[in-house]
């Protein structure tokens, strides 16, 4: 079974930026679309990036302008660059794929945003 893992999060201040990776264990080429969601503290999983297989990208209007979500096939990896970032950021984002209607999981990464 693929394994997605996140790296990249951490503490830091408000107005600056991260940029998140999520590594497959084989090729993404077998997801349709990959994408991250965060879940905040007493707060359900919500969206917050996704792009297929054509790199079609969707935002949610929260992070619209200050995410970017990108995919490499061929380091099997896809990134979330987040920019401008706010406290209400803080959370930890999740990695995700879709494939054949399955949809796989990473572990997630913590991501804290100090005002």
């Known amino acids: 079974q693929v394994q997605l893992v996140e790296s990249g999060g951490g503490l830091v201040q408000a107005g600056g930026s991260l940029r998140l990776s999520c590594a497959a264990s084989r090729s993404i080429r077998i997801f349709a679309s990959m994408g991250w969601h965060r879940q905040a503290p007493g707060k359900q999983r919500e969206l917050v990036a996704t792009?297929?297989?054509?790199?079609?990208?969707n935002y949610p209007d929260s992070v619209k302008g200050r995410f970017t979500i990108s995919r490499d096939n061929a380091k099997n990896t896809v990134y979330l660059q987040m920019n401008s970032l706010k406290p209400e950021d803080t959370a930890v984002y999740y990695c995700n794929g879709v494939t054949f209607g399955i949809t796989l999981w990473g572990q997630g990464t913590q991501v804290t945003v100090s005002s």
């Open positions: 792009v297929t297989s054509d790199g079609i990208t």
